[in-house]
């Protein structure tokens, strides 16, 4: 932690994000290499292009394929590789898109994966200009059904890879891929935030789109990688659609530079310091009453735990929302990963600490849990309120 922290001067608050890599708290800490790399190109002029095509060099080598390029977001890499599917390297298409009258614009996407990530997928896809026929049911897909929506319009076909999408019941990448290369039709995988950068384009997937801000560490930033045709029929999408979801010098060099830094991370080292915070909130947790921790493998199989934070209202005096409310307030703010609270628990992430926030995050679990234990009475507010929240809230933002 840094003595001075610029966000006292600004008036907001100093939060300890708990949560994971999320857009709205400021994705993730961008690693030293990216912030030098960033300082040092932005008072200079670059061609872009060249930029670019060093950016395309590097996500080739980190992500075992041919090309790639960076884009604003991995939500603009949606719309673009979908963008780039349909028109190829046809420029003029390029211009009159989001009109598709004369082009497949047909693009197939699971119903289990039909999920937001703070906007919704499909919308993504719709952005382009493109249908989005879904495939299947919300929990089972099988490959009959896939095939069967392929038709002389389809385009593409979306594949996500989250935590946040239906996590049974769906048809498995390689499966996928197969049913879709057999009629001719290109992958796009959305992968986010997950740590593997080989295996989906390994898989046969034509297409892998990446988040830079998350487990990277780099600026805000969307990383293209795949088949050198559809990498640039989606790049050349700059002239098009893609002229508002432009990144600028400072986020393809810190993008390149965030994934140069990855390859040499000790990523051993990594996983043992947030080993060592899990143990330490296990260790605080355990044989308080009310309150059961449980590490918790990531459901994707990314190389990281969470603390899963059970509450049993009648033992801790407070409910899991309350709990993370609480926490959330206050003078030291501590984010924590409530997406399913409303069962009783959340999570406590490692992976986007500090060193010594670690510490902050056990004393003020002490802290608060020890007040509700005072409590005479349960502290247990309505969930419904709660839920509506945020969609409220901006409402009346900027207020
Ligand atoms: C975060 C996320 C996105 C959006 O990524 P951005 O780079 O923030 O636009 C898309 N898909 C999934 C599955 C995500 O988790």
């Known amino acids: 932690m ?7 001067d600004l008036g907001l608050r100093p939060i300890i994000n708990v949560s994971g890599t999320m857009t709205s708290l400021g994705a993730s800490i961008v690693v030293p290499e990216a912030v030098a790399a960033v300082s040092a190109i932005l008072p200079q002029f670059v061609e872009i292009g060249d930029l670019q095509k060093k950016a395309s060099r590097v996500i080739a080598r980190l992500c075992g394929t041919e090309a790639g390029f960076v884009t604003a977001s991995c939500s603009a890499g949606i719309t673009l590789a979908v963008a780039g599917a349909m028109t190829g390297c046809d420029l003029a298409a390029v211009e009159r898109l989001p009109n598709t009258e004369d082009l497949k614009n047909e693009v197939l996407l699971m119903t289990g994966h039909m999920v937001s990530y703070g906007a919704p997928v499909e919308q993504g896809i719709r952005l382009a200009g493109a249908k989005v026929v879904p495939v299947g049911q919300a929990t089972s897909a099988y490959g009959y059904q896939l095939n069967g929506a392929i038709n002389e319009r389809t385009a593409a076909a979306v594949y996500v890879v989250s935590h946040h999408t239906v996590q049974y019941g769906l048809i498995p ?37 990446y988040s830079s801000h998350k487990f ?4 805000t930033g969307g990383i293209v990688a795949g088949r050198t045709e559809l ?12 002229r508002g979801m432009k990144i600028g010098k400072e986020g393809i060099l810190g993008t390149i530079a965030a994934l140069e830094a990855w390859e040499k991370r000790d990523h051993a080292a990594v996983r043992e310091r947030e080993t060592r915070y899990l143990q330490l909130w296990e260790q605080t947790l355990s044989g308080r009453p009310g309150v059961t921790p449980i590490r ?6 990314n190389p990281l735990d969470r603390l899963k934070v059970a509450i049993e209202p009648k033992g801790a005096h407070i409910t899991a929302w309350d709990l993370a409310d609480a926490l959330a307030s206050g003078r030291t703010p501590i984010i924590v990963r409530d997406h399913e609270v409303e069962h009783g628990y959340f999570y406590l992430d490692p992976c986007n600490l500090h060193p010594g926030q670690e510490t902050v995050v056990a004393e003020r679990l002490v802290e608060e849990l020890e007040k509700a234990r005072q409590s005479n009475e349960i502290i247990a507010t309505p969930l419904e309120g709660r839920r509506n929240r945020s969609s409220q809230a901006i409402m009346h933002w900027p207020d």
């Open 2 to 8: 840094t003595q001075t922290d610029i966000r006292s």
């Open 173 to 209: 990448l390689k499966e996928f891929v197969e049913i879709c290369h057999a009629r001719g039709v290109p992958v796009i995988v959305d992968a986010a935030s997950e740590y593997d950068l080989t295996g989906f384009l390994a898989a046969g997937a034509d297409i892998a789109l």
């Open 216 to 219: 990277l560490g780099g600026l």
């Open 231 to 242: 990498v640039r029929a989606t790049y050349m999408q700059n002239m098009g659609i893609g």
């Open 296 to 301: 918790e493998a990531d459901p994707t199989n």
